[in-house]
């Protein structure tokens, strides 16, 4: 494999004190980036930016379906340097119950994604040709049906058990963590409030998956499995447990449903029962299209007309300096990088 250069600081938080302000071009970059995963979502893939700093990009993953990871609700933090797209975005995995449940040989308890395009693992690197999108997208094909197989050289390591253990596991911690912690926010993460509709609205569409899941898999109640690739874990299996949960949080949402919609002379008039959804990821963008988040709509076609105006303006500025004999000078300076990981 092509080595991806060298190990850089993964951690966004882990931000230097003397960052550079955000280039103008990069700031352009990353609205037509979210832009393009606005008017063209990849199923099961949601993203905005911090008010307080473009920088902060925010995304949700919707588990693939039938994979241990389906129907759960994955929460990123990611952060743009400031020359963005020259280099790739900082990322962190926030569901990870308190830095507590590792969900993939590639995805750790402490949060960090080692994905070779963000200089976490050896292999091809960043290129500007690449987007949010294709990042997101990058991390979400890690969770596919048999995530053991991520694990380097994982045939030859007898301690990992059958492949299927340990997607079981997964499938729990993917109902306990990133479906009921999630809609809960257990972890008392800052999830950005433009993503809560769209969490309780996926917990809504794949509730009788999930139902499905936990009576499938009651008959491991009471048994331990202990992560291979997390050696101070131990999981004991409590489905009954989780379906008892499920249902609880149905009736909350579904209660605080019916009482949003009544009508407002409160007698439910002209309270009206929404049309039952496929299960198919490719629904679950339509929930951006709900009266609740016309907001997002609204700021991001603002976004889109500034940036447009902003890019046409640099195209007018180069066709008028290309008249020009003389090559302006490029600032070649860089931070220094913190090679700890």
């Known amino acids: 494999m092509a080595s991806a250069g060298p190990m850089v600081s993964w951690d966004p938080y882990s931000k230097a004190s003397s960052e550079p302000p955000l280039l103008p071009s990069a700031s352009l970059r990353i609205k037509k980036d979210l832009m393009s995963l606005y008017r063209d979502p990849p199923p099961g893939i949601f993203a905005t930016a911090s008010e307080s700093d473009i920088r902060n990009v925010h995304a949700l993953i919707i588990g693939p379906m039938d994979t241990p990871y389906e129907g759960g609700i994955f929460y990123f933090y ?139 898999h009651m008959n491991l109640d009471g048994m331990k499995y202990k992560d291979p690739l997390n050696h101070n874990v131990t999981v004991k299996y409590n489905f009954k447990e989780l379906l008892t949960k499920l249902n609880e949080i149905k009736e909350r949402l579904t209660n605080k449903k019916v009482v949003k919609e009544v009508s407002s002379d409160g007698d439910g008039s002209d309270y009206k029962e929404d049309e039952e959804d496929n299960i198919d990821e490719k629904n679950v963008h339509e929930f951006l299209k709900c009266g609740s988040d016309e907001k997002l709509y609204t700021e991001a076609d603002n976004f889109y007309e500034e940036y447009s105006s902003e890019e046409s303006s640099d195209d007018n500025d180069e066709e008028a300096n290309s008249n020009d004999s003389s090559e302006p000078e490029l600032d070649s300076s860089k931070p220094e990088l913190d090679d700890s990981e």
């Open 78 to 216: 990611l952060r743009c340097p400031y020359d963005f797209p020259i280099q790739p975005p900082k990322v962190r995995f926030m569901t990870t119950d308190a830095g507590r449940v590792r969900f993939n040989p590639n995805i750790y308890a402490n949060g960090k994604v080692c994905l070779s395009t963000i200089g976490t693992w050896e292999g091809p690197g960043w290129t500007p040709a690449q987007q949010i999108s294709s990042l997101l997208i990058s991390i979400q094909s890690l969770m596919n049906d048999n995530p053991i197989e991520n694990e380097p050289g994982y045939e030859k390591l007898r301690n990992l058990g059958e492949p299927s253990q340990y997607a079981e596991m997964i499938t729990y911690e993917t109902l306990r963590v990133a479906v009921i912690g999630m809609v809960e926010n257990e972890c008392e993460l800052n999830i950005p409030v433009e993503f809560l509709p769209i969490i309780e609205r996926t917990f809504l569409q794949y509730f009788d998956v999930y139902t499905e899941i936990c009576t499938k």
